[in-house]
């Protein structure tokens, strides 16, 4: 692993130390601050959300943008966004409350993690908004609405179509597409519930290019098919044809290798074996963390955006938003001068007027309310009969009921996991817990680990279970009111559970716990709210005061550009950097630099009356007179906090090859690892 690499992938007790550091330093009116994309400046920072929202589809109605993405086992379940920028999203309603087919979907005699509502195709159409979503050995399930905040209808459709897409024609005929690598279309009929009979058809040989969660559109008179292709190196293929008969042209990647500059973390040697074996992370740029599933749509003032999905780790797989560039016919994602490729920071699509920054969701949480926030999803479908937010007001409370382990038990309530770094912190009254009981706060995944309080008899106790390694640790507990606690980073992908009983000072328990993504749940972390007896059968019940999230980088930048300062920029990981030299450019001791505001998030950078400044060629030099647009860099992060410098002259980014002495701006974005010389850190001129 370079040296580069170990910094960003830097794990265990330091990293834990390191981020509880942050977490500290932060102002005390942090509780509803939550990662905005928006930068606030005209641009916006991948992730759009950096939680999981897996599998999106977006529409555009009027002027209004719509999202939905795969929710799995957890219910309610398709949430519907809004937007008016695609940036800024609000949260309209879920699309299906309880998704109840079998004993399963409720816990009862086996489970449904990994399962459930996925891939959802999301559509327009005659007034009514439509929700195509596969389910697990069931038939392609239908939701529709005419107004987006519901209510929502639900029927089924009389078979299954895998990752389908549907489109609603211009001649008032609806297409569906369907399937893996091959794809098949067919005719829907008038109720959109079956193919009409001698329309189904296969598009493409297995061997053609094409893979699964296909988007199928119509743009300008010719039928498009974005899809995504996963095994190996992840990329987003497409094919056009100007009939839906054919033929059809397959491009194989209109985006390709674009992480961020992010590593594969964790993973488990076998996710289906009974171990929890770990592969470490892996610095290679693979293409295992690519952009690969989603599709383009376009904006009231014409402009072309792609949005599709890329695995993130244990926080789940997250929401990129895209400039498009049309080249040959073909929607390109990324810019003119790096085709396939897409800045992890942009300025924001065109619009009449500016919108406000808006977040989905509240994840603080004081359950006052008389419903719980939209923010809140139950691991499987609930018992509504054994929770209550009236029993007491201003608690939740979960009555328990009787399971074998918390990966069994009922009732947790959670919420997705939030990045880069999180710390969830639950008030817990435990008074009225019975002889058998456990309650506390879990991180939800396979594996998972929880702390808790358990009572035994007439005695509580503080409880932390690690299901990777078994590991069970108990401290007896003299109060019913605990302060239950998890430190999250989602880069080093490790957390610390912690526990207090004043609020104030707080106590880790048990070893750091490695988070890691599990094809098991099909699902980033989730903090999860929970209450089950262990004893067979139902026992007391649980009260939650509150949960407060904390974040301490809810920004697409760690640290603010330093305009008007003057700095120093070094390889990450080396003393050496950008030098000048006799008046040029060089790699050596760096040099100060004066960060000029170009707007937008934009520098220049200046040494004397000099400007760096980027040739079409990709060539770097000292320039007094260049244009605006080569002495212009976009200032970006990457997700874990090094500085990258894109040139708005080639669309690439500035890079110091150490080894051979040059300075380029060629790069088509950071390696994984580091090696490409892309990544850079800076620091204040201490002069």
Known sequence: MSKASAVARASGLAALLSCAALFAAAA????????????????????????EFSDPDLIRVGDDFYMTGTTMHAMPGLPVLRSKDLVNWEFLSYAVDKLDLAPAYRLQGGDVYGRGIWAPS?????????????????????FTATDPRGPWTHRRMKRSFHDLSVLFDDDGKAWVVWGYRDLKIGQLNADLTDIVEGTERTLFDRDAGMGEGSHLYKIDGRYFIISAWWDGRMRMPAARADSLAGPWEINKAISIDEDFGLAEGYRLKDPNGPAFDLVPPNPEPRGRMSLHQGGVVRTPKGEWWGFS?????????????????WKGGWPYFGLPGNLGRTPRTWVKPKTDAASPIRVPYERSDTFDGARLKPVWQWNHVPDDTHWSLTERPGFLRLRTLPAPSFWEARNSLTQRAIGPRSQPTVVLDAAGLKDGDIAGLALLDMPYAWIGVERAGKDLALVQFDKSTGAKSSTPLAGSRVWLRADCDFLTEKAQLSYSTDGVAFTPVGAVFTTVFSLRTFQGVRYALF?????GVEGGHADFDSITVHEPNPKGLQRPIPFGGSVRFAALGSSLGLSVVD??????????????????GRVALKVGQDFVSVAPDGAVSLDRRPSLQARAFQWIETPTGDLVLMSLETDRFLTLDLRGGTITSLSPGPRSDGADGARLSWSPDPG
Do not use: C, K
Not at 531 to 535: E, G, I, L, P, S
């Open 122 to 142: 999301f559509r327009y159409h005659d007034g009514v908004f439509y929700i195509f979503s596969n389910v697990n050995g069931e038939t392609t399930q239908v």
């Open 309 to 325: 999905m890329l695995d993130y780790n244990s926080v789940g797989r997250l929401v990129a938003l895209s400039p498009i560039t």
């Open 531 to 535: 209450a089950y007896n262990t004893t």
């Open 28 to 51: 005390p009116a942090w509780g509803q601050a939550t990662w905005t994309a928006d930068n606030g400046d005209g641009t916006f920072t991948n992730p759009i959300f950096y939680d």
């Open 583 to 600: 008046g040029r450019l060089a790699i050596g001791a760096p040099s100060t630099f004066s960060v000029v505001d170009l707007g937008q």
